[in-house]
């Protein structure tokens, strides 16, 4: 009965941490009240009525919480609430302040960032490291407008620059720690914040139907209003019996270019930036709950350490055998600890058993390094890794002071935040190319 409790309580709380970080700022306009949020007169009093096992909406009860305000926003007087009451769709007097503000703090950094590249440029005769940076983008984004924009405008370039720079600024953030931001804002009294503008459909949509307006303005402006009408009455069919046909073809085509544009940034980044939040919910949200299956992880780095020894070695027939049984020893617990989560078997006092043979395990791993005289050179680099899988046991023993599960946590993040490096420039890089594609469809009269 206390491990169902327990897992009740865990899954309550992974879905409100959930909940937390895919929440906006949202402020309703007209009443300045800030939504999913109420205020206290003490913080410190709310959460301890949370820590006597009382439910939200109890303690806000007895604290008398009222409605929180914009001007409340940063006095520590402002704690998340999330209402039962359901919310329409889409409510035109709601804006999210967090991803506003946000882009246009961004916008104003790309400003200063590009200013400072002006001033240097006319100061200094030899570029250094950062005017060839900034010389580098322009000249990127100015090669990609040549190639795609045949038309002569002064606008293209500058609109390519604006936007792959601000896109890539606001992906860019994504690789921000999850709870970095959160919490500090937290901490002050602001309940939540959304880092990622770009993972906001109302940006992203936004920013499509800009580049959707300027599609029907450069349409007007170089093929004029015949033009206009012949290119979505006469196409693909050239006759205008079927014009009402060729019109809701094309009208449907031109839709969906500011639709595709906006939903393909948001929903990679906001994919992304769910990837993040699962991958620190599975490893550190609940140390306690998931030790064994960081420990699995953990063994799995082992058995790639024992590895790498092995095969590091030279003729040394009794190093290389002791990696090697080291090595299927770490695959075989890694795989029994792996079957004991899968099938909620484990126990506190199995992780603290774990979290023994780990510990000899390292320092079995620390020993072999010893052993590598052979090879001085890789020598201190396994020597010094053995050392930090040591620390990391021993904290771990301490139950709670570093859990294996934030190491584990923190390499998966690694690896995913270096392959989203990718996705941030690339989807900087696909707005760009496709506003000038789209532009440059407008703005070419047929022959």
Request: glycine content about 4%; charged content about 15%; proline content about 3%.
């Amino acid at each position: 009965m206390a491990n169902e409790e327990a897992k009740v309580t865990q899954e309550n709380g992974i879905t409100e941490y959930i909940n937390h970080h895919l929440q906006f700022l949202q402020v309703d306009y007209t009443t300045g009240i800030v939504q999913n949020s109420k205020k206290v007169t003490s913080v410190s009093d709310y959460n301890n009525c949370l820590s006597q096992k009382k439910s939200p909406e109890q303690c806000l009860k007895e604290l008398h919480a009222t409605d929180c305000h914009f001007s409340d926003l940063g006095t520590s007087t402002c704690v998340p609430y999330e209402s039962e009451q359901p919310q329409g769709l889409i409510n035109p007097n709601i804006i999210n302040v967090d991803s506003s503000l946000i882009s246009i703090l961004l916008g104003f950094i790309i400003l200063g960032f590009f200013g400072v590249g002006v001033k240097k440029s006319k100061e200094s005769k030899v570029p250094g490291k950062f005017l060839t940076a900034i010389e580098m983008i322009i000249e990127f984004v100015n090669q990609s407008v040549k190639d795609i924009f045949q038309v002569q405008n002064k606008l293209i370039a500058p609109l390519s620059l604006t936007v792959f720079m601000w896109v890539f600024s606001m992906n860019l953030l994504d690789l921000l720690p999850v709870d970095l931001l959160p919490n500090i804002c937290k901490s002050i009294g602001i309940p939540y914040i959304r880092v990622v503008p770009s993972a906001d459909v109302n940006i992203t949509m936004a920013m499509s139907v800009t580049i959707f307006l300027l599609i029907l303005a450069y349409t007007f402006k170089y093929k004029g209003i015949k033009g206009f009408v012949s290119d979505y009455a006469l196409h693909p069919f050239n006759t205008w019996f079927l014009a009402p046909v060729n019109i809701f073809l094309e009208g449907v085509s031109l839709l969906a270019k500011p639709v595709s544009l906006g939903l393909r940034l948001f929903g990679n980044m906001y994919a992304g930036e769910t990837i993040f939040i699962l991958i620190t919910i599975f490893f550190a949200f609940d140390p306690s709950s998931s030790s064994i299956l960081s420990v699995a992880v953990f063994n799995l780095i082992l058995a790639c350490l024992f590895l790498i020894m092995r095969f590091t070695a030279k003729d040394n027939s009794a190093v290389k055998s002791i990696n090697l049984v080291a090595f299927f020893i770490a695959i075989l617990l890694s795989a029994y600890q792996f079957y004991a989560y899968w099938y909620n078997i484990g126990s506190e006092e199995n992780v603290i058993v774990f979290y023994l043979v780990d510990l000899i395990f390292a320092a079995a791993c620390l020993a072999l390094a010893f052993l590598h005289k052979e090879n001085k050179a890789k020598l201190w680099g396994l020597i010094s890794t053995a050392v930090i899988i040591l620390l990391v046991c021993l904290g771990s023993l301490l139950y709670g002071v570093l859990p294996i599960g934030i190491v584990s946590g923190t390499i998966l993040n690694l690896v995913w935040a270096l392959f989203h490096i990718l996705i941030i420039f690339l989807q900087a890089f696909i707005f760009m190319i496709l506003t000038i594609v789209y532009l440059a469809s407008a703005s070419t009269a047929e022959e």
